[in-house]
């Protein structure tokens, strides 16, 4: 078996993976409860500065930089 630590990007990769098709994508058996949960972190990703930039680095697999304001 693969530890984590000798592989974290691959790991990372999959959690972000889990992490965007549980945000984006809806679930037949999915609760009422975690439907809510879905919009509730839907609701962080696009009204936190964090929780976006975060988002971004992800997505590229690299740090993001941005510029201030």
Not at 27 to 52: C, I, N, W
Request: zero cysteines.
């Amino acid at each position: 078996m693969r530890s984590f630590v000798t592989e974290p990007m691959q790991y990372g990769a999959q959690r972000f993976s889990w992490w965007m098709t549980s945000m984006l994508h809806r679930f037949p058996d999915a609760d009422e409860f975690q439907h809510k949960v879905q919009l509730a972190e839907l609701d962080y990703v696009t009204g936190s500065r964090a929780a976006s930039t975060a988002l971004a680095e992800n997505s590229v697999g690299l740090p993001f930089d941005t510029l201030d304001d």
